[in-house]
């Protein structure tokens, strides 16, 4: 069994001196509460004066809360959970999509409790340059080329000096945690120190285990990690990650005759798997190490908020659901997998209430982008689950099954349960929001594709909408989104190949196939099925003036536009 998330291997390098003293502080904090207990015994009372029983506790109260953290932002604050699922479809969750067949009762009550977002995206159609954006509020093409890591991947595409949400949340006195898959590339080196460029199999050969990882989450921002370096059951490195180091290094290719086959399962890589890794039960290990990190945190440290970030295995595939979950569901593996991923977040929630910090937790769910190709096709075709209901396309594709995701926010006493929001909003938004919850001033060179959602979480729609056009990237492509308005700068999906016979039934006449790119009119048209490039010719010059214009913006530059980066 790995250890206990809180391994924060080698100290980061951001913060220098000053996070070695709150890390410190972080384990210091019991013993000092028990010192003040001890010192309010009448027995201790006796010997020392009333004058002098009030410096000390002057003193010690004022020790505490620094070694714990700013007391300003300790009593102001709230905590901050956020839980990402991996390529969990928007018609995956039932209080998005009615005909949902997977059950998602935990995730719906989040949703009766605070508020859903029906417009919400991810700035890309795939994993490793959504989560670049999540954690730095900028879109995945501003760092250059962001490769899906496999393996032994890497370098980390975050810049160590980049400013990451779990920095900016540490600067203002927050215990910062990560669980789950990190999959933003890690420098792993061989015996002789050189680093592995190889992100086959023969590369996860090479690793020495002995040498840190220098560019792992605890160098990015987050006081301690403990996660998979990409995808936790798909990928060549089947170990876990605690800290800066593997604990527990692989020992052998992976068996996989002894996992479930379905349609379903067909999405392992050979790789090299660590005795301690069970790829079926991975998902319960990562939340076993979150709620260890809470409940060690609230006794710790009870005045100095965390911010936690999970991030699932689930639902990627293969769709392995844990022991307890097999066939619980009626829709098959992956609506089992569903229902895990559910689980997960309701086992989350229970444990904020248990602990007595739910009221004073900011809660945020959302998925790194649309549903898998295969989830999609068969869930159809098997059980009448549809994963991208009600939109066209799935992941990878720049059409909305690929981006527009899940997104929900629960603060109690701050957003109003149950209220449902449609204005256009993008996962790189979290970051300039959790700057302005807590009181940040981001520096002008960061978070320059992030918007604050603040003003809509604490008062609802509003006039005007927090942003005035949001860009989307799928692989290589782009679209952007104005209002009602859509532009597709690319022919076809943008992502996947509809000449497969998997996806052949699910191709869509060309409506305008001469056109060099695709003119969607969502609120008239949300499933983009008629492309009006030739009929709105205004607003294809329009729209694509600003993509471009946004897209030479050099890295770190403010945008000119209404509402982005604000």
């Known amino acids: ?67 714990c953290g700013s007391a300003r932002a300790g009593s102001t604050n709230p905590n901050i959970l956020f839980i990402l ?85 540490r600067q203002r006195g927050y215990a910062t945690a990560m669980t789950g898959k ?27 285990f002995s040498r840190p990882i220098p ?60 005795p301690d890794y069970d790829i079926e039960e991975v998902d319960m290990v990562f939340l076993r190490k979150s709620k260890a990190f809470l409940e060690d945190h609230v006794k710790r440290c009870p005045g100095k908020p965390f911010f936690l970030y999970h991030a699932a295995s689930a639902v990627h595939l293969p769709s392995f659901a844990a022991r307890p979950f097999r066939g619980k569901t009626k829709a098959g593996p992956h609506g089992d997998f569903i229902h895990e991923f559910d689980s997960i977040v309701g086992e989350l929630l229970d444990t904020l209430d248990k602990l007595g910090v739910a009221n004073n937790t900011l809660v945020m769910l959302a998925s790194d982008n649309g549903p898998e190709v295969e989830s999609v096709a068969h869930m159809r075709a098997d059980y ?25 926010v629960r603060w109690p006493g701050k957003v109003k349960p149950g209220s449902t929001i449609a204005q256009t909003v993008s996962l790189t938004d979290v970051m300039a929001t959790c700057a302005a919850v807590c009181g940040a001033a981001l520096p002008a060179d960061a978070a320059t594709d992030s918007c604050s959602l603040l003003p809509v979480l604490l008062h609802g729609e509003g006039p005007e909408p927090v942003r005035d056009y949001t860009l989307q990237q799928a692989l290589a492509v782009f679209s952007i989104r104005q209002g009602p308005w859509k532009y597709l700068d690319h022919r076809g999906s943008g992502g996947n190949n509809y000449d497969r016979p998997l ?64």
Request: aromatic letters at 8%.
């Open 384 to 408: 009448g689950h549809d994963g991208a209901r009600p939109w066209r396309g799935m992941k990878r594709d720049d059409w909305e099954g690929g981006h527009r995701v899940p997104f929900i």
């Open 182 to 208: 990190w999959h933003l590339g890690l420098t792993f080196f061989d015996a002789n120190g050189v680093r592995i460029a190889d992100q086959g199999l023969e590369g996860v050969k090479r690793i020495d």
């Open 503 to 566: 996806l052949k039934p699910f191709a869509l006449p060309d409506t305008a196939p001469d056109a060099p790119g695709q003119l969607y009119n969502l609120t008239d048209d949300p499933g983009e099925t008629t492309n009006l490039y030739f009929k709105h010719p205004e607003i294809v010059r329009k729209l694509k003036s600003l993509l471009d214009a946004d897209k030479a913006r050099a890295c770190g530059a403010p945008p000119a536009a209404k509402g982005l980066g604000q």
């Open 85 to 169: 699922a991996d390529d969990l479809g928007y018609g995956d969750v039932s209080c998005y999509n009615a005909q949902s067949k997977a059950p998602t009762p935990n995730i719906d009550r989040l949703a009766r409790d605070g508020m859903r977002f029906t417009d919400a995206h991810s700035p890309s159609t795939v994993c490793t340059p959504a989560r670049y954006s999540l954690l730095t509020g900028q879109m995945p093409f501003r760092a250059g080329r962001v490769p899906v890591f496999v393996g032994a991947g890497g370098p980390c595409v975050i810049n160590e000096k980049q400013l990451t949400l779990p920095q900016m949340l």
């Open 1 to 67: 069994m790995p250890g206990e998330l809180g391994g924060a291997g080698s100290a980061p390098q951001q913060d220098g001196a000053k996070t070695e003293m709150n890390r410190n502080a972080h384990h210091r904090c019991g013993g000092m509460a028990d010192f003040l207990n001890a010192a309010q015994r009448p027995d201790k009372m006796r010997v020392v004066s009333n004058r002098m029983q009030m410096i000390w506790a002057v003193f010690i109260v004022a020790l505490l809360a620094l070694l």
């Open 215 to 274: 560019d792992s989450p605890i160098h990015r921002g987050f006081d301690r990690f403990f996660g998979t370096a990409c995808c936790s059951g798909t990928d060549h490195l089947y170990a876990f990650i605690d800290g800066d180091r593997i604990p527990v290094p692989p020992t052998k290719l992976l068996d996989k005759t002894s996992l479930p086959k379905h349609p379903y399962a067909e999405d392992n890589r050979p790789g090299m798997i660590a």
